[in-house]
């Protein structure tokens, strides 16, 4: 029997993705194992979740650090520690420098509301919905050095109603995030594990 990938998740708020990927990697026929998540805020709603669900949480405040590369090293640090070979960025709202992203080259994952390329940054729903878009969604994507930037695994479209508020929206969108993460996840822990 393979060894399950090590999987940490890396969350600044409600951490409701995260959640779904710790309910889809507890299941036995996911070769992946929650081993760790790191949020970048003490207040994060997330929190309570790991707590109640007893996953190691590792609360790394990066205003505690003079800069990014010491608040990464810290990070670093943490996922050394617990062994990760893969880490999942679900609502992380912290840019991530191009030496760590290639330190984790194709091992770093993020989830973004958008249909990747279009909507890179903040405020995809509004944005959307002020361009008159037909059509949005979400994209799980492989990380690279540029923001919301590389290959794209997985992505899921939704329509665009005319009556939809960003609220609206963001909804109908995060109903397909929880769907597209799991997806993604088993393909890149099939491609860490091939032989
Ligand atoms: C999700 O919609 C995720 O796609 C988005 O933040 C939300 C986090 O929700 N991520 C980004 O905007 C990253 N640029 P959650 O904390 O409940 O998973």
Redesign the pocket.
Known sequence: MTQPVRVAVL????????QTLAQHLAKPSVAGEFVLAITNRPAAK?IEFCQAQNVPCAVIDHKAFDTRAGFEAEMQNALDEAQIELICA????RLLTPDFVTRWHDRII????SLLPAYKG?D?HARVLADGAKEHG?SVHYMRAEM?DGPVIVQKRVPVKADDTPQTL?AR??KQ?YIAYPEAIDIVIKTLRKP
């Open positions: 969350f600044s708020g409600r951490g409701s993705n995260m997330g679900a609502g992380f709202m993020n989830i973004h509301p903040l995809t979400c919301d963001a969108v995060l995030e």
